[in-house]
C-alpha cells in the first residue's frame, strides 16, 4: 500500500517563502501524477500543481508565476517552492499521489500540512 511522508510549512510573513515536500513509499515509475492540493477553511479541496509521469505540470492559475512544483525521481519525492505567499494562500496543504495500474491506480493522500501566511 502506498504511502506518503509530508514536510514544511508553518507560519510566515506575507511576502514569504516556504518549501513542502512529500516523499512517497514506492518508485515513482509507479505513480501516474503526483502533486498538492490546499483546503482553507469553510472552503473546498482545491488543487495547486500536479505533475504527470511525463514531468508536464498543472498550475491553479493562484498559483502561477509564485509556486514551483519539482520532482526528485530517485527519492519519489516532489516539492513545492512556494515564494511571494499571500494571507489567501492560507490553508491545510495536502499532498496527492495517483498511482498506476501496477498499483490499482490507488489515490493516496498525505495527512495534511498547515500553511499559514500573516499579514
Known amino acids: 500500500q502506498v504511502q506518503v511522508v509530508e514536510s514544511g510549512g508553518g507560519l510566515v510573513q506575507a511576502g514569504g517563502s516556504l518549501r513542502l515536500s512529500c516523499q512517497a513509499s514506492t518508485s515513482i515509475y509507479n505513480i501516474n501524477d503526483m502533486g498538492w492540493y490546499r483546503q482553507a477553511q469553510g472552503k473546498q479541496r482545491e488543487l495547486v500543481a500536479v505533475m504527470d509521469r511525463g514531468g508536464s505540470i498543472k498550475y491553479a492559475d493562484s498559483a502561477k508565476g509564485r509556486f514551483t512544483l519539482s520532482r526528485d525521481d530517485a527519492r519519489s519525492t516532489v516539492y513545492l517552492h512556494m515564494n511571494n505567499l499571500k494571507p489567501e494562500d492560507t490553508a491545510v496543504y495536502y499532498c496527492?499521489?495517483?498511482?498506476?495500474?501496477?498499483?490499482?491506480?490507488?489515490?493516496?493522500w498525505g495527512q495534511g500540512t498547515q500553511v499559514t501566511v500573516s499579514s
Open positions: 496527492n499521489v495517483q498511482a498506476d495500474r501496477t498499483l490499482g491506480y490507488a489515490v493516496v
